[in-house]
């Protein structure tokens, strides 16, 4: 199993001990263990039985006994148990915003209601509004959420998962015989959010040994379809992977078609005839038959009279005409990024001290990084009072001078509460350099309620950035209801930079909302939300929205030099 696979299996235990209302301490410290897990660079089966897994922060020798069980029997029994105290369903309807899984267990026990379709009967029939703490607006509320649920496909893995399983499949067939080219397709290469399965596009002179080497990977777990060309088999997970195999000459015209969309295929296919020219995933061809030789997809490009697409922006939203014209944005690159202005240390939810996230970050060559530990009503992140938080800015002062080449800025992530009002008042935000404002509760409110509460906060002077704006977690909740257009209208407004969040299960603001940010003027930031040091690496897929959202480095206040970070972030004190 994969180190995603065991971060999968200890999410779900803590998802269920919540559903049970275990102790909140030991639910975090699993999600804390599936966290580690995830980001290990090691296989963690191989450091469990070497007895080493324990050694690392967040783990201990219960979670690594935990870990050598689920790599030897491909499960866990406490999570069995738990999973048979309750239908699969029970599960189901925490991804309704509104239902946690207090609710909905309250739902089960009460109800008997053991899933979404049966959730919605009841709220139909008018007998949630019985239960203890919701009424008809509940209900209302509940209603509304479902009817969103159903307008997105909750099924689709978040890109972090898919990732892990392409490169580890790519990794295994790279190592174990001779290939020609390969690489990850499809979504997973435009480096969508989500991804509805796995694609690989192979090159290779022989082929016939494929399908047995699939079969022997770790990750595999069935073959649906399998010829000379193409493997289509499930991974752990229930992950649908799709191996397409070409000869070695093929390869850049077979990525190009599989990588897609279909959209921006089909308009490149136009293009190509405009020229008297065939594409195809076997080739460029000519009317007479004659092939256009390629050794990359750049190479197809420049048949073509274009500029090279980069996989992100290659869903038809005006790309083609973009290259026809030689004017596509210049796309940033991780060597942009000169800091990270959100992330959390062990003062409150984080794993780390201030020092180790100082040096980590240093040793990426940021310019400047900020420290934005929780505010005081996020209890459950053990939010610092006013103060913890006082000593925590003196602590950080004395840490600045501590350390050459890099600016510590002193932030706070402040919760907005219910009515739209922060959780300190401005003679507390004035002491910190800057201030991270975010939802963190009450997230079944009413659209127009949710965007007045956002736009407060905002309108508020004392705010830098709006975290998260939506607030969906991939494949486990959907994003409240708001009015991100009214967002982002008086963000512009009040000049508020809004979050990119560049943590794999969030990836909020998704890229079509920041290009509509960037069209209409406001300032982004990508920010990794890192609890430890490992996840400030999470960056990388904060800058993947930004690619698939046309950012440049002019839109995005952390690719900017602290001095003229410095100067933007002074606008707060001079409105006060």
């Known amino acids: 199993m994969a180190n995603a696979g065991f971060a999968a299996v200890f999410r779900e235990l803590a998802d269920y001990l919540e559903l049970k209302g275990e102790n909140p301490f030991k639910i975090r410290a699993y999600r804390r263990a599936a966290d580690t897990l995830e980001s290990l660079s090691e296989d963690a089966a191989q450091l469990a039985r070497e007895g080493q897994l324990k050694n690392i922060q967040g783990i201990g020798t219960a979670i690594e006994e935990k870990t050598l069980e689920i790599a030897d029997s491909g499960t866990l029994k406490a999570l069995e148990d738990l999973r048979a105290e309750y239908p699969p369903g029970v599960m189901d309807m925490t991804k309704v915003p ?30 949630l509004r019985t239960l203890p703490g919701m009424g008809q607006k509940s209900e209302e509320n509940i209603l509304r959420a479902m009817e969103k649920l159903k307008e997105e496909d909750m099924a689709r893995i978040p890109l972090a998962i898919a990732d892990r399983l392409s490169a580890s499949l790519i990794d295994f067939i790279s190592s174990h015989t001779e290939v020609s080219e390969i690489a990850a397709a499809g979504s997973v290469r435009r480096r969508k959010e989500t991804c509805g399965d796995v694609d690989i596009v192979l090159g290779i002179e022989d082929s016939s040994g494929i399908p047995d080497l699939i079969r022997s990977w770790s990750g595999f777990l069935g073959t649906c379809f399998s010829d000379e060309d193409r493997v ?26 599989t990588t897609g969309s279909k959209l921006h295929y089909a308009g490149l296919k136009s293009v190509a005839r405009k020229l008297g020219l065939r594409l195809s995933g076997d080739g460029l061809f000519y009317e007479t038959g004659k092939k256009q030789g390629a050794i990359s997809e750049a190479d197809i490009y420049e048949a073509l009279g274009m500029e090279y697409i ?84 003196e602590a950080l002062g004395r840490l600045r ?16 509460l219910k009515d739209g009002s922060l959780d300190y008042p401005d003679s507390i935000l ?18 127009g309620v949710m965007t007045g509460r956002i736009v407060k906060a905002i309108q508020s002077g004392s705010v830098d950035i709006i975290a998260h704006p939506t607030g969906r977690v991939l494949g486990r909740r959907l994003g409240y209801d ?15 930079a809004l979050e990119i969040n560049a943590y ?5 603001l998704d890229s079509t909302w920041a290009r509509k940010a960037k069209e209409a003027g406001a300032c982004i930031v ?51």
């Open 98 to 127: 509104g239902i946690g899984p207090k609710t909905a267990s309250l739902i089960f026990r009460e109800l008997g209601v053991a899933g979404i379709d049966q959730l919605e009967e009841a709220a139909r029939s008018g007998k």
């Open 232 to 257: 289509t088999f499930t991974a752990e997970g229930d992950v649908e992977i799709d191996v397409s195999i070409v000869r070695p000459e093929e390869f850049p015209f077979a990525l190009l078609a």
């Open 310 to 393: 980069p996989p992100e922006l290659r869903e038809m939203t005006g790309e083609i005409d973009a290259a026809l014209e030689r004017r596509l944005p210049r796309l940033l690159v991780a060597g942009d990024i000169l800091g990270d202005l959100h992330m959390h240390t062990n003062w409150s939810d984080g794993r780390e001290s201030p020092e180790s996230m100082v040096e980590a970050a240093k040793a990426l060559g940021y310019e400047y990084i900020a420290i934005t530990d929780h505010s005081k009503s996020l209890k459950v992140a053990r939010g610092l009072s006013e103060t913890k938080h006082m000593k925590q800015l």
């Open 401 to 416: 001078d501590r350390f050459a080449g890099i600016h510590v800025l002193s932030g706070i992530e402040l919760k907005i």
């Open 430 to 447: 004035s002491h910190f350099d800057i201030v991270v404002a975010s939802v963190h509760s009450a997230f079944g409110q009413p659209e």
């Open 482 to 496: 708001v009015n991100m257009d009214t967002v982002i209208q008086e963000a512009v407004r009040h000049n508020v």
């Open 504 to 508: 794999p299960e969030r990836l909020d």
């Open 526 to 576: 990508i920010n990794t939300d890192a609890h430890n040091v490992n996840e400030l690496r999470f960056m990388s897929y904060g800058l993947d929205v930004a690619r698939r959202a046309w950012l440049e480095q002019p839109h995005v206040i952390n690719t900017w030099h602290l001095s003229k970070l410095q100067d933007w972030l002074k606008r707060r004190r001079m409105r006060a």
